[in-house]
């Protein structure tokens, strides 16, 4: 695939294809090439989340727990 | 009484003996008169006829001799000092063997209180006139004063309680000291010149003349016209405790301020330190208290700010998927295969999917694909 840079152009393109489906305009062929893009962009978008997912972990385990929650 | 002249010629000429007697036989024509003036120099001698005193001018010093027979002066009983004031009546007198001019006096008084009261009355009366005792004349006292100007005598207790209760109250207090008479003849004289002085003194802010109790004479001179004056004009405030708290001498009115006792002035001049520390301490709690609120409302801030921050682009994560979540859901309830879940087949041919039976010709290949996999088939007619 084609991988789409941003999250947002991905999404943007996920949503297209599901209004897309949605209007059934498309025939057989283009829904399934569709369907299939669709799945694709599903799981670029999911791993992209849980990249950032594991990014924000990971920086919050850096800084340390926050001072004004552990103060008394 | 006859004088005789040395004939010289032309010229009469009196010998030293005659020109005095001469004089004095003159003078015994004047009338007998009464002489206000101040005593001083009074001698009196066992062995001598006469009394001498020197009697005083107190406006201008003028002075005249007196003298009077020692047995008439002890019998007046008048045991005068020095600085009163006194009345004579005498006559005026040369006293030949010496050409001393005096005055004979026949007898004296002492000036009555009276007397003093009416005319200490009318310069009180006078000086009010000028506007000396004027309210609107009266400076506030300053509230720390650099140095403090005290006169008073040298070894007076009115010194020590001036001092003792500026120091109580304010230890670090600086105080110039003019040391000066409090009574007599001198008093009003010395006390005008020291008030002149410590106002020429720099960083001089205010002068307190004390002075403890005493006799209604004692404190004549602090109703001298001239220490009126000088306390009315002098170029800082001036505050006076004079006496004892009925005790009302001119120098009081004149006064800035007037305080009952050497001790009330002493606390009049000078500010309660340890007063003045409290207050400061509680000045810089409440700077600290204010300082401390804003610094915990600006941490909470930060910190209220810093849990958005923290929050937020797991918040975002959160939001994209459901979001995602609920777009996959869409996506594939959308999806072909779940049209063949339902039961439908999709057929194709080499030209792709099959739509209408006229693309179809009996016994050609088709694949059929199912939900579960799929199977090649041939057709066996094809209806319209």
């Known amino acids: 695939m084609t991988a789409p840079l941003r999250f947002e152009e991905a999404q943007g393109e996920l949503e297209r294809i599901v209004r897309e489906l949605e209007t059934g305009g498309a025939d057989l062929d283009r829904a399934i090439e569709l369907w299939q893009r669709g799945e694709e962009l599903v799981r670029f978008l999911r791993e992209k989340l849980d990249g950032a997912e594991g990014q924000i972990e990971k920086l919050a385990d850096a800084i340390g727990p926050d001072p004004s929650h552990s103060a008394p | 009484m006859k004088v005789e002249a040395i004939d010289y010629g032309e010229r009469k000429v009196y010998t030293v003996t005659s020109f005095n007697r001469g004089v004095a036989s003159w003078l015994t024509r004047l009338p007998s008169v009464w002489v206000e003036g101040e005593v001083t120099e009074l001698r009196r001698q066992e062995r001598w006829q006469s009394v001498f005193l020197t009697l005083k001018d107190p406006v201008d010093g003028a002075c005249l001799g007196v003298s009077m027979a020692r047995g008439r002066f002890d019998g007046l009983r008048l045991d005068l000092a020095d600085g009163e004031r006194i009345h004579i009546l005498g006559r005026p007198e040369l006293f030949e063997a010496r050409g001393d001019f005096r005055l004979r006096a026949l007898t004296i008084e002492r000036v009555g209180l009276g007397q003093h009261l009416a005319a200490l009355e009318q310069r009180k009366q006078r000086l009010a006139a000028e506007g000396l005792f004027a309210e609107q004349r009266k400076r506030p006292l300053p509230r720390l004063p650099r140095r403090i100007g005290l006169v008073t005598g040298n070894d007076a207790a009115a010194k020590r309680d001036v001092i003792s209760s500026i120091t109580?109250?304010?230890?670090?207090?600086?105080?110039?000291?003019?040391?000066?008479?409090?009574?007599?003849?001198?008093?009003?004289?010395?006390?005008?010149?020291?008030?002149?002085?410590?106002?020429?003194?720099?960083?001089?802010?205010?002068?307190?003349?004390?002075?403890?109790?005493?006799?209604?004479?004692?404190?004549?001179?602090?109703?001298?016209?001239?220490?009126?004056?000088?306390?009315?004009?002098?170029?800082?405030?001036?505050?006076?405790?004079?006496?004892?708290?009925?005790?009302?001498?001119?120098?009081?009115?004149?006064?800035?301020?007037?305080?009952?006792?050497?001790?009330?002035?002493?606390?009049?001049?000078?500010?309660?330190?340890?007063?003045?520390?409290?207050?400061?301490?509680?000045?810089?709690?409440?700077?600290?208290?204010?300082?401390?609120?804003?610094?915990?409302?600006?941490?909470?801030?930060?910190?209220?700010?810093?849990?958005?921050?923290?929050?937020?682009?797991?918040?975002?994560?959160?939001?994209?998927?459901?979001?995602?979540?609920?777009?996959?859901?869409?996506?594939?309830?959308?999806?072909?295969?779940?049209?063949?879940?339902?039961?439908?087949?999709?057929?194709?041919?080499?030209?792709?999917?099959?739509?209408?039976?006229?693309?179809?010709?009996?016994?050609?290949?088709?694949?059929?694909?199912?939900?579960?996999?799929?199977?090649?088939?041939?057709?066996?007619?094809?209806?319209?």
């Not at chain 2, 000066?180 to 009003?188: I, N, S």
């Not at chain 2, 600290?288 to 700010?305: F, H, K, N």
């Open chain 2, 168 to 384: 109580a109250r304010f230890p670090p207090a600086r105080i110039v000291l003019a040391e000066t008479y409090v009574q007599g003849p001198l008093a009003a004289r010395s006390i005008a010149d020291a008030l002149q002085r410590l106002g020429t003194l720099s960083e001089l802010d205010v002068i307190v003349v004390a002075r403890g109790g005493g006799s209604f004479e004692d404190l004549l001179p602090f109703s001298d016209e001239a220490l009126v004056r000088a306390i009315a004009s002098s170029p800082v405030p001036v505050v006076t405790a004079v006496g004892h708290e009925q005790d009302t001498p001119l120098c009081d009115l004149a006064a800035d301020v007037r305080a009952s006792t050497p001790s009330v002035a002493g606390r009049l001049v000078v500010p309660d330190l340890a007063e003045l520390n409290a207050a400061l301490e509680r000045i810089r709690g409440a700077l600290r208290r204010g300082a401390e609120r804003a610094l915990e409302r600006d941490r909470q801030r930060v910190s209220m700010l810093h849990d958005r921050v923290r929050r937020a682009p797991r918040l975002l994560v959160e939001r994209r998927r459901a979001q995602l979540e609920r777009t996959a859901g869409r996506l594939r309830a959308l999806s072909p295969r779940a049209t063949l879940e339902r039961g439908y087949a999709i057929v194709r041919t080499e030209d792709g999917v099959v739509r209408s039976s006229s693309s179809l010709a009996s016994g050609a290949h088709v694949d059929v694909e199912l939900a579960k996999g799929g199977f090649g088939a041939r057709v066996a007619e094809t209806r319209p």
